[in-house]
């Protein structure tokens, strides 16, 4: 009777042990995942983009997987990145912008990357509440992504997000960046149109903008130009366009624009939109459009590279064992720091 139980034991444990995992209850696979996205399932959206957004290998490989699946429903949309100086107003005209679209037809979807802290990672992700009236439109959808100190505040899976929502049929993408800088290169990497809010006084403005970033963009938009402002605002797009008459324009057969609008009282709008089917249509009839989305993807391929070899290297346990004593010995003088990185580089590579 004894060995008969322990016979059963043994058996039970040994089923255990090749009994394939089960699904959690309620965890939804890949597959719905992705029928759902590509049905336009809002909810599912979602959470994809949270599968994306996670840091978990298990995770990560699924998310790679969902890709896959809805990839060939990708790239049919307009990318349109929108930044600006402080107080510019970037997330009104986002909404009044998003709105005229949606009135018009469109699939809106909104990536408002957030600003994190550098201290405690944390981030505000208000920007529902910022357009409070667009977020309740069924024809658009908004997504606050913490930029988690990414370069450009960029998230580093905004691009994996683009696609999830073109698979979702939104036919507009407005990625809304955080601040102005150099760094606003990442954003123009991997979105087709590039619009910087300023306000207006060009004097000092332009003092404070870094010609790197005016450089960028393709259309400029001077915004608050209502009530006693409006003159001003016109003056300011006047500079803004001879200024851009002497640069080398970022988009082959281009010429970019400065244009005034009034997102809090739906001024201009209209003809900013107009701006940008212009540039959408001049483009694609003269091949760049496509040329530029390819030159992208390239440049996707390298970003993912570094982001990998970044997380391996400092994942690694030999390197976690020697960089605190390492980074002392910089600290201290006592090794200098081109040094202290082949050490480290020579420490993960031998172990390999």
């Not at 698979?167 to 290169?185: D, F, H, K, M, R």
């Not at 281009?254 to 540039?279: D, H």
């Amino acid at each position: 009777m004894i060995l008969t139980e322990r016979n059963s034991e043994k058996k039970l444990s040994i089923e255990k042990q090749v009994r394939p995992k089960r699904r959690k209850k309620n965890e939804i696979s890949i597959e719905e995942l992705a029928e759902g996205i590509c049905n336009q399932n809002r909810t599912l959206l979602a959470q994809a983009i949270t599968l994306v957004e996670s840091k978990s290998n298990r995770h990560i490989m699924k998310a790679q997987e969902l890709i896959q699946k809805v990839l060939p429903f990708t790239g049919k949309s307009i990318r349109i990145g929108v930044t600006g100086v402080p107080g510019a107003g970037k997330s009104t005209f986002i909404e009044a912008l998003g709105k005229l679209l949606c009135e018009q037809g469109n699939r809106v979807a909104v990536l408002a990357v957030d600003p994190s802290s550098t201290i405690t990672g944390g981030s505000i992700l208000a920007d529902k509440t910022r357009m409070e009236t667009l977020a309740t439109n069924k024809h658009a959808f908004i997504r606050p992504t913490p930029s988690r100190g990414q370069l450009g505040g960029v998230g580093r899976n905004t691009r994996e997000t683009i696609l999830l929502c073109e698979a979702a049929g939104y036919n507009i993408i407005l990625i809304e960046t955080v601040g102005v800088g150099q760094s606003e290169v990442v954003v123009r990497s991997m979105v087709d149109c590039f619009l910087l809010l300023v306000l207006t006084g060009a004097g000092d403005e332009l003092q404070t903008l870094k010609k790197g970033v005016i450089e960028l963009s393709d259309i400029i938009v001077v915004n608050k130009a209502d009530g006693s402002n409006k003159q001003t605002a016109q003056f300011t797009a006047k500079d803004y366009n001879q200024i851009l008459h002497y640069l080398t324009p970022v988009t082959t057969g281009w010429t970019p624009k400065a244009v005034t609008a009034s997102a809090l009282f739906n001024e201009g709008i209209e003809g900013v939109w107009g701006l940008i089917k212009t540039f959408s249509k001049d483009t694609k009839s003269s091949g760049f459009f496509e040329k530029r989305r390819h030159s992208q993807m390239k440049e996707w391929i390298y970003s993912a590279i570094r982001d990998s070899l970044e997380m391996n290297f400092f994942a690694n346990r030999t390197i976690k064992a020697h960089l605190p004593m390492i980074e002392k010995n910089v600290v201290n003088g006592i090794q200098p720091v081109t040094l202290a990185v082949k050490e480290l580089i020579d420490l993960y590579l031998n172990e390999k």
